[in-house]
Nanobody, 120 residues
Framework: QVQLVESGGGLVQPGGSLRLSCAAS????????MRWYRQAPGKERELVAG????????NYADSVKGRFTISRDNAENTVYLQMNSLKPEDTAVYYC?????????????WGQGTQVTVSS
């Protein structure tokens, strides 16, 4: 059974930090690109950051560059999102995503999300 379980969300003041974790099970984690998405109330879900299966390449939304860092531990089947210098506009539900492409099929898995609220 495939599972992606996010943790680490919560309430933080502007300028603060949080570290999100996503624990994966039920599939070959090291074969998947991992991504973090977020969705704020009334807005579409947006890609925040991604990391290739080897961890050798990452990408970020312009709005989080220089503040957020994505990383992964393939031995622990976990992906992380370190969020620094948080702003109120970072408030959203953050979702972990796993994706793998093959010539025949695309495999996509989602977590249930974790709430991040940035407010004073």
């Amino acid at each position: 059974q495939v599972q992606l379980v996010e943790s680490g969300g919560g309430l933080v003041q502007p300028g603060g930090s949080l570290r999100l974790s996503c624990a994966a099970s039920g599939f070959t984690f090291s074969g998947f690109t991992m991504r973090w998405y977020r969705q704020a109330p009334g807005k579409e879900r947006e890609l925040v950051a991604g990391i290739l299966n080897t961890g050798g390449s990452t990408n970020y939304a312009d709005s989080v560059k220089g503040r957020f860092t994505i990383s992964r531990d393939n031995a622990e089947n976990t992906v992380y999102l370190q969020m620094n210098s948080l702003k109120p506009e970072d408030t959203a539900v953050y979702y972990c995503n796993a994706i793998r492409w093959t010539p025949i099929k695309e495999f996509v898995y989602w977590g249930q999300g974790t709430q991040v609220t940035v407010s004073s």
